[in-house]
């Protein structure tokens, strides 16, 4: 068995990957223009350190299918830097989609877009997922957000991902932008959530206590050909020992800036909040797999309406009112962030509905998914 080595960041730092799909401006319909697109940031943006999948900039990457783009943060030190960056290359990204006629969309899923129409990435690592998975792969027509926070000690790193497993819900239904599949409503506040898990390594993370464990964990995983590298493992929170961070990846496709600097407000503090907490000597009560499954799905289910689990005595609670004792409970880590303002933006998310909540009341009102795609366009 290899050991993994955790390269410990000495701040509690950000990263943010934004994924959104490519729509067409006429039709709303994905669009497989993503070759297309990239050869024009190789051309007019400048090159980046941290490039990845091929990607011609360290900021833009590439992902499984051609109707997606990646946009990525550099390392910040804070959401207000992150947003930032990220505002910068979104406006430069959004330049090139112009020209090209195809609009960036934010949203979970799609409303209508028809899987079997969809071009595969070039690249070994694309071919040899689609060749394992066949028609639950090709269905991955789907976007999130992914947000790395550092972690100074290997140690911390399980405790902390354990614990986050208890905001779960709280993340997804803040989050929760997909519930529309094929032109129908799925019900689901979150259908990406429900769809991403019927990938082999992708889903809930297993309950680790000790390092070894994960590493014997990853030790079979490349024994039996399940995974080849670590960052197959397409856990909704995971590991990632080669940046130092724990990457939370439970969130639906932000659709504007101002609800993503939330989020990642959010997950930065709870993180950071749960560090300190470690250093205090604290020891975390964290819940067991089947009720944090059951958080997952009650989120995915009913979004901001979610009465979800909140402890092993089976406390329940609305998740709104949770997260207003939450939001209060975190506001001293927020200050020292620098992020009050955009952790407050956690509260008008509440007030105005989240994303699945807009989509389904302009489908009522017009009837129309082509103008559900609209407004999801519209808002960023």
Avoid at 207 to 236: C, L, M, P, Y
Avoid at 305 to 317: F, G, H, K, P
Wanted: with cysteine.
């Amino acid at each position: 068995m290899t050991p993994i080595e955790f390269v410990g960041s000495p701040a509690p730092t950000l990263g943010v990957e934004w994924e959104f799909a490519l729509t067409d401006k006429r039709t709303g319909d994905l669009s497989n223009s993503a070759e297309v697109l990239f050869d024009l940031v190789g051309s007019r943006m400048p090159q980046r350190a941290g490039q990845k999948n091929g990607s011609p900039n360290g900021k833009v990457h590439k992902e499984l299918l051609r109707n997606t783009v990646e946009l990525v943060t550099g390392i910040c030190r804070n959401t207000g830097e992150a947003m930032t960056d990220l505002s910068e290359t979104l406006g430069a990204v959004r330049e090139l989609t112009d020209e090209l006629g195809v609009d960036l969309y934010g949203a979970g899923t799609h409303p209508f877009a028809e899987w079997s129409t969809q071009l595969l990435t070039e690249g070994h690592r694309y071919a040899e997922l689609i060749e394992r998975t066949q028609w639950w792969g090709r269905q991955m027509l789907i976007w999130g957000v992914h947000v790395h926070v550092g972690i100074d000690r290997r140690d911390k790193v399980l405790p902390i991902l354990d614990s986050l497993l208890n905001y779960y819900p709280h993340l997804l239904a803040l989050s929760a932008s997909s519930p529309m599949w094929a032109g129908q409503d799925t019900g689901y506040a979150s259908n990406r959530a429900m769809m991403f898990q019927q990938l082999p390594t992708a889903g809930l993370p297993f309950q680790f206590t000790r390092w070894a464990e994960f590493e014997k964990f990853v030790s079979d995983q490349k024994i039996t050909g399940i995974i080849e590298h670590t960052n197959e493992i397409r856990w909704d929170i995971r590991p990632s020992p080669h940046l130092g961070t724990i990457e939370v990846r439970v969130c639906d496709g932000a659709t504007n800036v101002d609800e993503l600097s939330a989020l990642v407000a959010l997950i930065h503090c709870l993180v950071v909040d749960l560090s300190l907490r470690l250093d205090a000597g604290e020891r975390f009560s964290t819940m067991p797999p089947w009720l944090v499954q059951e958080n997952k799905w009650r989120a995915a289910r009913y979004g901001l309406d979610a009465i979800v689990i909140c402890d092993r005595d089976l406390a329940e609670r609305l998740v709104t009112d949770d997260l207003a004792d939450l939001l209060k409970r975190l506001e001293p880590i927020a200050d020292s962030l620098g992020c009050l303002d955009e952790l407050a933006g956690v509260g008008r998310i509440i007030e105005r509905g989240a994303s699945y909540q807009r989509q389904r009341a302009v489908f009522a009102r017009t009837g129309s998914v082509r103008d559900v795609v609209a407004s999801v366009v519209a808002e960023l």
